[in-house]
């Protein structure tokens, strides 16, 4: 959506069963840019769906529908819209499982006029950047294709043979070759060939990583599970679920981080440093060398 305003051409999609919540929503969303369609029902709303909205407005409390089921339901629809929730409700249960339900935002009875006008301008911010986001995708996904990857030569058409057979399975590949000769470039082909193209690529190089930091790195840790550990953080594993984690310099990995990389690949499970649970992912796993493992 290319404009200098960010409210230009932002259709919104309220679901609201009070005639006057509706007017009110509608008066000053439109004064602020916005175009507004009210539906009174969740039947009408969930028809309207079919022309896609950029953002949402959702009453969580309609006589012919559960507002968290809307939620549900849109969210599975359209991921990459905003939804806003109101509730004329004074419990906080209902706003709190509607931001777990993937709402960004929720509004209260009466709603205030400056709290809708900021949180319409953080939706659209949000929409923008999921805008950007998929635009980007599309850019990486076009530059990655087999068709840039110069060279005429017989082993270069043997490569991208290879690319080509094995882009839509989920084995774990190895790349070897030497410094320079593109191994991170045949990783990103094969992820953006293959059906998780939509989903993260996350890279590592094993190289540059100590071995008390690696397993770090890898699996993530817990809260206090070494002295710089002041909270949890996700490894790159759990970063690349759905996705693609290439390891590159896999040969310069600490033979300890081996065996344990050994049961991820089997079982595709893990625990975090310092951590008791097992975690499970979905990952496509990529690895590259500069050496001759054989021989190593």
């Known amino acids: 959506m290319a404009t200098t305003d960010p409210r230009v051409a932002v259709n919104i999609l309220y679901a609201e069963d009070d005639p006057a919540s509706g007017r009110l929503v509608k008066s000053i969303a439109s004064t602020e840019g916005y175009s507004v369609m009210v539906v009174p029902t969740g039947a009408e709303f969930l028809k309207a769906l079919d022309d896609k909205p950029d953002l949402i407005l959702l009453d969580l ?16 629809r359209y991921p990459d819209v905003p939804v806003i929730v109101a509730t004329a409700s004074n419990s906080i249960n209902d706003p709190v499982t509607a931001l777990k ?3 960004m935002d929720y509004l209260t009875k009466p709603i205030d006029h400056q709290r809708l006008v900021v949180s319409l301008a953080n ?9 950007d986001l998929t635009l980007l995708r599309s850019e990486l996904k076009e530059t990655y294709k087999l068709e840039h990857m110069i060279g005429g030569s017989p082993a270069m058409t043997h490569v991208r043979d290879l690319i ?5 399975s989920d084995a774990t ?18 992820h953006y060939s293959s059906p998780r193209v939509g989903k993260p690529f996350v890279d590592v190089n094993c190289a540059a990583l100590s071995e008390t930091l690696i397993e770090s790195e890898l ?16 490894g790159k594993f759990e970063q690349a679920n759905g996705g693609t984690l290439f390891l590159d310099e896999i040969g310069d990995m600490p033979l300890s981080t081996q065996a344990k990389m050994l049961r991820v690949l089997q079982e595709r499970t893990f625990q975090r440093v310092g951590g008791e649970d097992k ?3 979905n990952v496509r796993v990529i690895c590259a060398t500069n050496r001759n493992l054989e021989d190593a």
């Open 61 to 76: 409390h309609l006589p012919d529908a559960s507002g968290l089921d809307l939620l549900a339901r849109s969210r599975a």
């Open 123 to 131: 939706a659209v911010k949000i929409l923008h950047q999921q805008q």
């Open 219 to 234: 699996f993530g840790h817990e809260r206090g599970a070494f002295t710089s550990a002041i909270s949890r953080r996700r």
């Open 164 to 168: 080509r057979q094995v882009a839509p």
């Open 173 to 190: 590949i190895l790349i070897m070759g030497e410094s320079g000769t593109g191994k991170e470039l045949v990783a990103r082909a094969l």
């Open 101 to 103: 339900g993937g709402a």
């Open 279 to 281: 975690i499970t992912v």
